[in-house]
């Protein structure tokens, strides 16, 4: 299977995509762990979310300015070096205020490196472009699905040892992309800055960027506020968001195309988003049993946003697919950041069950502006030609930054 044989550089750089996706979850079973430890409040430690999207929202405008200008390699050995440094010191924090500091020097080094990895695995992948995405896809589940189950097992002996073990995985990938990567070629055209926010004047990329702002706050109530509500010892925990994992990747990997396939991308996410507001309208109000069942069923629900988002944010503008996808991962980021701060504070003002309406809410907005901008949002059927067949300038541009250039994390 072409899918399986790979050049070293390829399972290189998709190992270390794995750990680094890995982190995004770790902190799940251990947020109580960590805010037992540190003295802190539940709104306290989200802060550790908070720090790390708001980081990674605003590098999304310099992972394309720093890998037009360095190269893919010394892009991903940056980010790999961020994370290594700053995971190591989170797991030597003495108050939350540090750790809540390490891990925006990790959302730093995340973003620099998941920017960077598929557009290197697409360059190096053998059985052309749609293996190398599946192995991105497949690389980004199996990391949501392990992080809380890594940091369940170390976290259970200590709330410090996810960081010290991530630190340590994210090291061996800097060596083992060291060893195996060669430098990729730049792309003919340096990124500016500014390229992602002049993109956003597209209205189907900015429709798709609001849509997915709404979405994000939805799926970040609940991985970084469920862990509280569930009040379990790490090991349950890093059991409940494993099963959750697991659903969001196969929904994304094998679910979501065949189901786009067979109704079409604008009605298959309307739905999702409809269900997932559903879902974690029960998920407050359920018993505990209940919610734990809508907190694992929620991952399918995000598996299958995940990939029609990713697919309208790369296709749906007419700008190169790095430059559209950082401008849309730059609005969606945000929201990103700001769930696990509000939902303690919504907590605090009212009861336990109101974050959760609140959530349903945002995913009901998403629908909504998929329904309204549906124009906007559908996918062209192709890209536009110049007369007698010849690609454009701008086609021949848009396939040079997407092969050697940078595209974004957009799951």
Request: charged letters at 10%.
């Amino acid at each position: 299977m072409d899918l399986l044989r790979q050049p070293k550089a390829v399972w290189a750089t998709a190992g270390a995509s794995v750990v680094a996706f890995m982190g995004i979850g770790l902190v799940d079973p251990i947020l109580p762990s960590i805010a037992q430890g540190l003295h802190a409040t539940a709104g306290q430690v989200s802060l550790l979310f908070t720090s790390y999207f708001l980081i990674t929202a605003v590098a999304m405008l310099l992972t394309g300015f720093v890998s037009s200008r360095i190269g893919g390699r010394k892009t991903l050995l940056l980010g790999l070096a961020f994370v290594v440094v700053f995971a190591g010191l989170a797991g030597t924090s003495h108050s939350v205020g540090q750790l809540v500091g390490f891990r925006a020097g990790w959302g730093l080094g995340n973003a620099l490196f998941v920017s960077t990895a598929l557009a290197v695995i697409v360059g190096a992948a053998a059985g052309g472009s749609a293996a190398a995405i599946l192995l991105y896809e497949s690389a980004l589940g199996l990391g949501m699905a392990c992080g809380p189950l890594l940091g369940a097992i170390l976290g259970n002996l200590s709330w410090r040892y996810p960081f010290f073990g991530t630190a340590t995985l994210m090291a061996i990938g800097f060596l083992c992309i060291t060893a195996f990567l060669k430098e990729q070629p730049k792309p003919a055209r340096r990124t500016s800055v500014l390229d992602p926010l002049r993109a956003l004047g597209h209205g189907g990329l900015a429709s798709a960027a609001i849509s997915a702002f709404f979405y994000n706050y939805t799926f970040f109530t609940v991985l970084a506020f469920t862990p509280f509500v569930l009040d379990m010892t790490p090991y349950r925990s890093g059991a409940v968001f494993f099963a959750w994992g697991v659903l969001l990747a196969v929904f994304s990997v094998i679910v979501a195309p065949r189901m786009q396939e067979r109704f079409g991308s604008l009605k298959v996410l309307g739905g999702s988003l409809v269900l997932l507001a559903a879902d974690v309208l029960v998920l407050g109000y359920g018993d505990h049993t209940t919610a734990i069942v809508c907190t694992i069923l929620s991952g399918a629900f995000i598996g299958v946003n995940n990939t029609v988002y990713t697919e309208l944010a790369l296709g749906v503008s007419d700008a190169p697919r790095p430059v559209a996808s950082a401008g849309y991962n730059f609005v969606r980021w945000f929201a990103a950041a700001a769930a696990p701060y509000f939902a303690p504070k919504i907590e605090e003002w009212s009861d336990i069950h109101t974050p959760f309406v609140v959530a349903a809410v945002t995913a009901v907005l998403g629908a909504v502006v998929v329904l309204v901008r549906r124009r906007a949002l559908t996918l062209p059927h192709s890209r536009p030609r110049s007369s007698g067949g010849t690609p454009t300038a701008e086609e021949l541009e848009t396939a040079h930054a997407t092969e050697d250039g940078v595209t974004v994390f957009a799951n």
